[in-house]
């Protein structure tokens, strides 16, 4: 099992910047990719950015050349730098792990999830 846990999430103004942090703890032997998605009020939960074990970075086009996300496979957390926040940035971020295929149990893990809310 692995237990993952976002931190970071707050009240902000457009044009400013926070940074999201999701710590995994249990079974992290191997971890293939460790992402973030987002969930608006009556929307969809969307994919933001992931970072996989092999270096790829890949991102939501509506957040290119803002958001950075990068990962400490030392100690298993995963960041998301969020710059020029805009009020449709508004929304729970949650956090994905995604073990290896090769390890047993579930393929992912999410959080409990982290409230940014971008004020106009």
């Known amino acids: 099992q692995v237990r993952v846990v976002e931190s970071g999430g707050g009240l902000v103004q457009t044009g400013d910047s926070l940074r999201l942090s999701c710590a995994a703890s249990g079974d992290t032997s191997c971890i293939s990719a460790m992402g973030w998605y987002r969930q608006a009020p009556g929307k969809e939960r969307e994919f933001v950015a992931t970072?996989?074990?092999?270096?790829?970075?890949y991102y939501t086009h509506s957040v290119k050349g803002r958001f950075t996300i990068s990962r400490d496979n030392a100690k298993n957390t995963v960041y998301l730098q969020m710059n020029s926040l805009k009020p449709e940035d508004t929304a729970v971020y949650y956090c994905?792990?995604?073990?290896?295929?090769?390890?047993?149990?579930?393929?992912?893990?999410w959080g409990q999830g982290t409230q940014v809310t971008v004020s106009s």
């Open positions: 970072a996989t074990s092999s270096g790829g970075l």
């Open positions: 994905k792990v995604e073990p290896c295929p090769i390890v047993p149990g579930p393929h992912d893990y």
